[in-house]
């Protein structure tokens, strides 16, 4: 929508609490926020999510908002939202704030929405938009074990994946979500970017994970309460271990800052999505592990077999000195909440490649007779 709107045009479908709202304050509980990139700090700065003032400040087109959406505190029934106003079409500027405080990774964040009335694909919406990240990060409420994580997408990289609660290239209409900038920019939407089909929103956890068919490896860190966050090392030509804004997504953590989380670290990065280059010899990376409630947890392998079978992967334990072949099992062990520091080790080892192989060429007289023989002598890494 992109005529003048407030918010007494959401609030004859959904409560909104403030102060001077018509529905009341819940207890000084305002229901509605903005995203200011200016201020210092990690994204998740309290000081910069802006809460509405009352139910006429305006709804600002292009930009995503924190809502509250419930008709119980923990739970709630089915919800219709109707909004009038000048439909948005035609191409449509979404401008990226950027403030430099000398910390890229905290830098550059902006909540923004998408403009149209449709679906529409990022790889087309962001297009060669510059000094833009690839990724974009979605929050979903019901992941985590309903403590809310970021659905994350990046390179056809989805985590987690689309059918467990994440987020793809196409991007329903009305999602807010995050995207990251090394500089200010401009995003122009177009018509072209618009594509069919109605996704899901982030608002339920979804069906059962969608395996990949990629050197994919996903890694969960769950607790006896049912915790689920994960993290994702994928094998990319062209990328490198540090940050790529074109290969990788930060790790960014739910509302619950108490919940569980693993994050693949380096150079003090932490990663939801990390894009390395293919394996040849040794390949070792931090992986952290933190927690608000100390107590056991289990970290164990997704997609796994998605690597060669000669790969060798394991889980080092430098508290514990500890190695776990996660090709055969899952680690438990006991997570303090005092801990801050990468734990963890991921080592993944490709043992070079040796074969025996015998060609035997056709000829006029047995045309069909050619055959190439190649047998592996070690475990690989091949099929």
């Known amino acids: 929508i992109t005529s003048a709107l407030t918010y007494q045009d959401w609030d004859d479908d959904i409560y909104i609490s403030c102060p001077t709202c018509p529905d009341g304050s819940a207890a000084g509980f305002l229901s509605i926020y903005t995203y200011d990139e200016t201020f210092t700090g990690l994204y998740d700065n309290p000081a910069s999510y802006i809460p509405l003032t009352g139910i006429t400040d305006p709804i600002t087109p292009n930009t995503g908002y924190w809502v509250y959406l419930g008709t119980g505190s923990v739970s709630t029934t089915n919800i219709t939202l109707d909004v009038t106003g000048t439909v948005g079409k035609f191409n449509t500027p979404i401008p990226l704030k950027y403030t430099n405080t000398g910390s890229p990774a905290d830098d550059g964040w902006n909540l923004i929405t998408n403009p149209y009335p449709s679906p529409v694909r990022w790889s087309l919406l962001k297009g060669a938009t510059a000094n833009l990240d690839n990724a974009i990060y979605a929050y979903n409420p019901d992941l985590n074990a309903g403590s809310g994580a970021h659905a994350t997408y990046v390179n056809n990289i989805s985590s987690p994946a689309v059918g467990a609660g994440g987020i793809g290239d196409t991007i329903p209409m009305g999602q807010g979500f995050?995207?990251?900038v090394t500089g200010a920019s401009t995003i122009t939407a177009q018509e072209t970017n618009k594509v069919g089909g109605n996704p899901t929103f982030l608002k339920v956890n979804q069906s059962a994970s969608v395996a990949s068919s990629m050197p994919l490896l996903r890694l969960h860190l769950k607790?006896?309460?049912g915790h689920d966050d994960e993290t994702v090392l994928y094998l990319q030509s062209g990328a490198n271990d540090s940050f790529d804004d074109s290969y990788d997504a930060y790790k960014m953590r739910g509302q619950d800052p108490y919940a569980p989380t693993l994050a693949l670290?380096?150079?003090?990065?932490?990663?939801?999505?990390?894009?390395?280059?293919?394996?040849?010899?040794?390949?070792?990376?931090?992986?952290?592990?933190?927690?608000?409630?100390?107590?056991?947890?289990?970290?164990s392998p997704e997609n796994i077999s998605s690597f060669p079978a000669g790969a060798c992967i394991n889980l080092y334990d430098v508290f514990t000195n500890t190695t776990t072949n996660l090709k055969t099992n899952s680690y438990v062990f006991t997570l303090a909440d005092t801990t801050t520091v990468a734990r963890f080790r991921l080592n993944i080892t490709m043992n070079p490649l040796t074969i025996n192989s015998n060609v035997n060429q056709p000829n006029c007289a047995a045309p069909t007779s050619g055959e190439i023989i190649a047998q592996g002598a070690n475990s690989g890494p091949w099929n």
Do not use: C, D, R
């Not at 932490?270 to 100390?294: D, E, R």
């Open 265 to 299: 670290e380096k150079n003090n990065v932490q990663f939801q999505i990390n894009g390395v280059a293919p394996i040849t010899g040794n390949f070792s990376m931090p992986l952290k592990a933190l927690t608000g409630y100390s107590g056991t947890y289990t970290i």
């Open 178 to 180: 995050y995207v990251h």
């Open 223 to 225: 607790s006896v309460m």
